[in-house]
């Protein structure tokens, strides 16, 4: 299943999964807001919590101007556009955002803006966007273009992020930005250590950011990177290694667990040719902890799509783009150990009211 494709396909719906913290049967799912496309369409990625106690997101689609939108949700529902992308100041942002420690969010448009290869932005939680840079200002682009994953800010105030396209090697890049908009590109992509790095990064307990790539490396199907601060990456796994690629391929992006070890999910590939979840040690010993479309009709899941997240309980919590009971993908919970169990299963309700992620 290609990315885009399912996203243009996805319904709009934002979901509150509740209790997380008891028995696994009294799981419950509300859908908080149905999305119309005059308040955005396909919101794509995850919602962060801001310190005023409501959520922020983007809409990749939709606004009054169809090139997406930033957004606050409360937790009964109360949906606010906060803005509304016009291509002058970016378009289709597929990313989530991230709060800075100055209150502001921050987030990455993959398209548009002065140059029509994505930008940078600040807003504010009531509403102010600021456009903080201009991918390809450079000549060829050399410093980068589409990000489509968000950003992270780092221990030391900067953020960092990916582009999937640009570079010196048109095979995107590492950068990082300053709060006020002063761009660095730590490396830039070759196809022997993968290209199109789609994911999130993460920064570790020891300061360093490791992330993924969807391709290239060794075996064309993308790999596991460690990059410092200063810009030196080292290829940590690259994935399809093993025969018939039973390790999976198109990794998802990482999140560090509680152990240390970096855990996540991979598109394609696995002993059923439909995605994994794996753990990867800090050093790049990679372990296979689940083989989604392990039950009969794939009633577990197929084709994850997204990075997971660790709850305080320890498991890991994520979504599948297919299968499950109704074909239209699953929310899942997964044990450090592997055992996976199948929260909820989309397209539950008459007409998939509850949403669809095929």
């Known amino acids: 299943m290609n990315k885009f494709n399912w996203l243009m396909k996805a319904c709009g719906v934002l979901m509150l999964w509740g ?8 799981q419950t799912f509300t859908t908080l ?6 308040d955005g369409a396909n919101p794509y990625s995850g919602l962060v919590q801001a310190t005023d106690g409501n959520f922020y ?7 009054a101007n169809n090139f997406g939108t930033v957004f606050k949700i409360a937790s009964s529902g109360n949906l606010t556009t906060l803005h509304s992308f016009d291509e002058t100041d970016g378009a289709y942002p597929y990313s989530g955002l991230v709060q800075g420690t100055n209150g502001d969010l921050y987030g990455t448009t993959y398209s548009a803006g002065a140059h029509d290869h994505g930008t940078v932005f600040k807003i ?25 994953a968000g950003l992270l800010q780092g221990a030391d105030g900067n953020f960092y992020g990916t582009t999937g396209l640009g570079g010196t090697a048109e095979l995107g890049t590492v950068f990082k930005i300053t709060p006020s908009g002063t761009l660095t590109i730590l490396h830039s992509f070759d196809g022997t250590d993968g290209y199109y790095a789609d994911g999130p990064l993460v920064q570790s307990t020891g300061g360093n950011f490791y992330g993924t790539t969807e391709f290239g490396g060794i075996y064309s199907s993308g790999n596991a990177f460690k990059i ?11 994935f399809c290694s093993q025969s018939n690629c039973p390790d999976g391929a198109r990794a998802n992006g ?3 667990g ?3 070890n970096f855990y996540g999910t991979t598109q394609y590939r696995g002993a059923n040719d439909q995605g994994t979840v794996f753990k990867i040690t800090p050093s790049g010993t990679l372990t296979t902890l689940y083989n ?3 039950q009969s009709k794939c009633s577990d899941g197929a084709f994850p799509l997204a990075p997971l997240v660790q709850t305080t309980d320890g498991n890991f919590f994520g979504t599948t783009s297919s299968g499950g009971n109704n074909a239209h993908g699953t929310v899942f919970t997964i044990t450090l150990s592997g055992t996976l169990t199948t929260l909820y299963n989309f397209c539950s309700l008459s007409n998939c009211s509850d949403g669809s992620f095929h």
């Open 124 to 148: 504010t939680p009531s509403g102010t966007l600021t456009t903080l840079y201009n991918f390809c200002s450079q000549s060829k682009c050399s410093d980068g273009a589409c990000p489509y």
């Open 292 to 294: 989604f479309c392990s």
């Open 19 to 26: 209790t997380v913290a008891v028995a696994l049967p009294a």
């Open 228 to 238: 410092t601060p200063s810009g030196t990456l080292t290829t940590l796994y690259n």
């Open 258 to 260: 509680t152990d240390g």
């Open 254 to 256: 990482l999140v560090q």
């Open 33 to 38: 807001h149905s999305f119309d496309v005059t």
């Open 57 to 63: 997101g983007t809409t990749a689609n939709g606004g």
